[in-house]
């Protein structure tokens, strides 16, 4: 190691200095100095995973379990207070977790993040006696992904736990229901793919959660709640249904998927006084042709009969991926008059798909088949006729539409049916 002199500053502030760069220019500076050196091997916040240590198109040969194995040796004992370990494509790792386990998670250790997933076919099953009783007591942010988990009712209580994040991790509903029960201190909770759960339950002592979030989880039936302050819901991906109690204190709700705009009064829970931003977004309207007849030219008895609930907090409301201009009509105009504190109305007749001039996605619009294009036209052609007259001039009132410049072929022949369509549609 070549030792580059540093300036003659006190201890801690150097440690300061040095805490706040980038992992991996950490690591460098530690090469270059004595001082640094030392502030390296006491490095409470380490996260390790193909970025961090070097991963580019020349480093397939690196041996990333023997460098994470070195770096873990040299803070053994140092007390980790953040440790993120992300081994995806790291195919070698299987023989060292045990061991850097028992280095890095340790009592004190404050925020962990574990991805120890190293291969198909080679799933690790996180131990409960990772969780011992000094970590449990100081634990704040769990997150586990691509893993086994299974907790059980002996399972000691995480009286700090206030995150927790599981995404593809094979846990059954009453596992989690024990590892919920003995966190009373949550406030979020992060769940997806997790396909083993058929039944969520979030039971009474969670009084302190306000964030729930549940997406992709397909064998998902039922989310039951029983927490009294949550503040923001998301479902995304999930025909569950849905029991959330009291929802007095909810103010964000954003609900996506399938049949979700048609199914508005039986999927939308009705006792939310507080709500403020409301998302509805559906990828799979229903799309057989009888069907869609119904819905666009007969009655839509569910969103006819939805209970008169005044919002009188609600200010912004997006409604996305509908296939029915029927349902779109009446559910905005539900919302419109019962919303008196609307002030953003965003009504999206594409999926929210990428278009052509966001300078992040840099290309053509995705295309589109024209059956697809055909029933996001009919939408905005009902929302110019029976929706833009109906908002108030103190709400503010977006439409977003296809692209007529990447869709022109497909969309000037629809245009003239759409003639035809207006024609036919009653409220």
């Known amino acids: ?95 060292y977790l045990d061991r850097w386990f028992q280095i890095a998670v340790t009592p004190g250790i404050e925020n962990l993040t574990l991805q120890p997933y190293y291969g198909d ?88 959660l306000h964030f729930l979030k549940v997406s992709y989880c397909s064998e998902l039936q039922v989310i039951e709640s029983k927490a009294r302050n949550l503040f923001s819901f998301i479902k995304e991906g999930v025909r569950a249904k849905v029991l959330l109690g009291e929802t007095l204190q909810m103010k964000n709700l954003r609900m996506y998927c399938s049949n979700l705009v048609c199914n508005a009064r039986t999927e939308l829970p009705s006792n939310m006084p507080n709500l403020e931003s409301l998302f509805i977004g559906s990828r799979d309207e229903v799309a057989r042709e009888k069907v869609e007849r119904e819905s666009i030219f007969g009655c839509s008895p569910q969103l006819r009969q939805m209970p008169e609930q005044h919002h009188g907090h609600l200010k912004s409301v997006k409604i996305k991926g509908f296939y029915s201009a029927k349902s779109l009509v009446e559910l905005t105009c539900y919302i419109l008059k019962n919303a008196k504190s609307l002030d953003c109305l965003t009504l999206d007749t594409t999926y929210g798909d990428p278009k052509c001039d966001n300078k992040m996605y840099g290309g053509p619009c995705t295309k589109m088949n024209k059956g697809f ?42 245009d003239a049916m759409c003639d035809d369509f207006l024609t036919c549609f009653r409220l």
């Open 1 to 95: 190691m070549c030792s580059i002199p540093v300036p003659a500053l006190p201890e801690d502030i150097l440690h300061r200095v040095h805490s706040l760069l980038p992992m991996r220019d950490a690591a460098r500076a530690a090469c270059s100095s004595h001082a640094f050196l030392r502030s390296w091997r006491c490095r409470p916040v380490l996260a390790l995973n193909r970025d961090t240590l070097g991963s580019n198109a020349n480093s397939r040969q690196k041996n990333f379990s023997c460098i994470i194995d070195n770096i873990l040796r040299n803070h053994s004992g140092i007390g980790i207070k953040i440790f993120k370990l992300q081994l995806y494509g790291i195919l070698d790792a299987s023989h």
């Open 121 to 208: 076919n080679m799933e690790y099953n996180v131990p409960c006696t990772l969780l011992s009783d000094g970590v449990r007591n100081s634990i704040r942010s769990l997150e586990l992904s691509l893993c086994t988990f299974h907790p059980t009712a002996e399972l000691g209580p995480l009286r700090k736990l206030t995150s927790l994040r599981l995404h593809s991790v094979r846990i059954l509903g009453d596992e989690l229901e024990y590892f919920l029960s003995n966190s009373p201190a949550l406030q979020q909770l992060n769940l997806s793919e997790c396909q083993e759960i058929t039944y969520l339950k979030i039971p009474c002592v969670l009084q302190q």
């Open 373 to 414: 294009l055909m029933q996001a036209r009919r939408g905005a052609v009902a929302i110019k006729a029976y929706i833009e007259d109906k908002v108030p001039s103190t709400v503010k009132l977006t439409v977003v539409e296809h692209c007529r410049r990447c869709h022109a072929d497909k969309l000037s022949e629809i």
